[in-house]
């Protein structure tokens, strides 16, 4: 199917919104995103996961560093604590995805 400018179909949040927090981690090297989607971080800069993409696009997770917003690769980030163990499994809706 066409997803538009969305990566994939479903994601898994810790809660109905993809509100609360999924897990923090510590940024492993540089990253710079390839558009406005993304959040740029630079090595050792904490990041915090709000939502996990599930099926086409598994490697990109979504999240923040400091006051931004956006999508990065999952293998560059060591997570260092985890804020819920429940994980729900949503469509991903456009309306949604920048809500932050």
Request: hydrophobic share 35%; aromatic share 16%; charged share 30%.
């Amino acid at each position: 199917p066409d997803l538009g400018r969305r990566f994939a179909e479903r994601k898994r949040c810790a809660d109905l919104e993809c509100s609360m927090l999924m897990c923090r981690g510590k940024a492993m090297r540089d990253f710079k995103g390839p558009d406005c989607r993304f959040v740029n971080f630079k090595k050792g800069e904490a990041v915090y996961v709000y939502y996990k993409l599930i099926g086409k696009s598994t490697e990109l997770w979504a999240g923040s560093v400091g006051s931004d917003f956006g999508y990065f690769p999952k293998d560059l980030l060591e997570i260092n604590h985890n804020y819920s163990n429940e994980e729900l499994e949503l469509p991903t809706d456009v309306s949604l995805t920048f809500f932050f």
